[in-house]
């Protein structure tokens, strides 16, 4: 897939701040900066999302990625498993979020995450009051409601990405282990889903 818009034309100092901290400029950057109070608002809600402390950091970013698995985003899963890689998380995990109905690394309460994650996405959401509950009883109600929040955060994220033909960059190259490509029947996604 291609870009289905061009990229916006960024200064040169902003394009250099973002070189030094990712390596490259972020597509989805490059494509939202046409409207500068978009791009900065965007970039101001993931900065804020990104400061949330209240549920875990693994939990959340394994909830990002499996949103993005499901919805086609590729470059979501991109930088999140770069960031997995930064933040010091289990790659060993990260990369197996795509397949992780599969895999065998994931706790209960990871898998379970996972699946609201996927509930979440589809459309209509499938949450049930049983998988609502479990978490909530496990987690608490401060990092449920963020755990919630930060996954409609990927929700917005993954659909703007795949909408504009964005993907991967390659960020993901630096962590060493591919990401598993996803199963061809997850058992949730519906079809409006990916």
Avoid at 126 to 149: K, S
Avoid at 161 to 172: K, L, M, R
Wanted: aromatic content about 6%; proline content about 6%; hydrophobic content about 40%.
């Amino acid at each position: 897939m291609t870009l289905r818009i061009p990229k916006a034309e960024l200064p040169a100092e902003l394009t250099e701040n973002m070189i030094k901290q990712f390596g490259a400029v972020p597509e989805p950057f490059e494509v939202t900066a046409h409207n500068p109070k978009v791009a900065q608002d965007s970039t101001e809600l993931g900065r804020q999302v990104s400061e949330w402390d209240m549920a875990d950091e693994g939990l959340k970013t394994f909830a990002h990625m499996a949103v993005a698995a499901l919805v086609g985003c590729s470059w979501c899963l991109d930088i999140n498993y770069f960031l997995a890689l930064h933040k010091d998380l289990d790659l060993a995990k990260a990369s197996q979020v795509p397949r992780w109905r599969e895999s065998e690394v994931f706790t209960p309460l990871e898998r379970d995450v996972l699946e609201y994650a996927e509930a979440m996405t589809n459309t209509p959401p499938t949450v049930t009051d049983e998988l609502y509950a479990g978490l909530l009883d496990r987690l608490g109600p401060a990092a449920m409601v963020e755990l919630t929040a930060s996954i409609a955060f990927a929700n917005l994220s993954t659909r703007n990405n795949t909408a504009h033909g964005i993907t991967s960059q390659g960020f993901s190259d630096a962590c060493g282990t591919p990401l598993a490509a996803r199963s061809g029947n997850s058992g949730m996604a519906s079809s409006s889903a990916i």
